[in-house]
């Protein structure tokens, strides 16, 4: 790990224990960092905490104001935070549970979310219970009991379909027509790769890694690896090739 992320990371989990004290019960490093997959400038910081139980009110709001970016400099693209309560984190519920959300950073859109019914359905409700668990798998413990001891997976059958609702989400995101380069058609492409993997393979990879094993021995192993130079600067897919990729991956997994 970057000596810039892991020192912003402790100080992070000493300001969590600051405000929420006994309450906290572990602080985990997830997504990219969990995985073994951070790349500057590219990847955010995710994390997610555990506590005891449901939070007040005040407690949310402080803890969101001592971990903002405007109070504690987030040195990645942003810092996108969870807080979950024990017993949502070992259920293994598809709903999304969380006490609260916090995306912050220098690039990043502010956003606040106490409750999850406040969270519009228009953003995705399927992120928490697959970043559950990612984090059981590969969750990286900076205060607490491991994570596999705290996160469970969802069933077979609704971590289906939440990975079939990720990639309608994608399927539904505006993208230019015809052959142009398309921003961001490179992580969908490679969003879904790692869809398919955990389906295919029941393990949890990062992006690039997760496609470069995909396109092995896939027939669109070429747009694969052009997403892959375009995470690293390189020219991304055109929408539709995107697209028809996508529906593809979302065919074999609904059809399995």
């Known amino acids: 790990m970057r000596d810039d992320i892991r020192d912003y990371l ?3 989990v000493r300001r969590s224990r600051d405000v929420l004290g006994d309450d906290l019960v572990g602080a985990y490093a997830a997504g990219s960092v969990g995985l073994g997959a951070y790349q500057p400038g590219r990847s955010d910081v995710d994390v997610a905490l555990v506590v005891a139980g449901p939070l007040p009110e005040g407690a949310k709001r402080i803890l969101v104001e001592r971990l903002r970016h405007e109070s ?3 040195p990645a693209r942003g810092l996108e935070l969870v807080v979950y309560g024990r017993d949502v984190a070992a259920s293994g519920a598809p709903e999304p549970g969380f006490e609260v959300e916090l ?5 990043m859109p ?3 979310t106490y409750d999850p019914a406040d969270r519009p359905a228009a953003d995705g409700r399927f992120w928490y219970a697959l970043d559950r668990s990612i984090l059981r798998q590969s969750g ?3 205060l607490g009991p491991p994570a596999a001891d705290v996160f469970a997976d969802p069933s077979p059958r609704a971590l289906r379909a939440l990975l079939a609702d990720a990639l309608r989400w994608w399927l539904a995101l505006p993208t230019p027509p015809g052959d142009a380069p398309a921003p961001g058609a490179e992580d969908a492409v490679l969003g879904a790769c790692r869809a398919l993997v955990r389906h295919r393979d029941g393990v949890w990879l990062g992006k690039v890694d997760a496609g470069l094993r995909v396109a092995a021995d896939d027939p669109d192993a070429a747009l694969i690896r052009a997403s892959i130079e375009a995470r690293r600067g390189g020219t991304p897919p055109s929408g539709p090739a995107a697209r028809a990729f996508q529906r593809r991956v979302l065919d074999r997994i609904t059809a399995d």
Do not use: I, K, Q
């Not at 995306?103 to 690039?107: D, H, I, R, V």
């Open 10 to 12: 402790a100080e992070l």
């Open 72 to 74: 504690l400099p987030c």
């Open 110 to 112: 502010f956003r606040a």
């Open 103 to 107: 995306n912050t950073g220098a690039t």
């Open 140 to 142: 990286l413990t900076l």
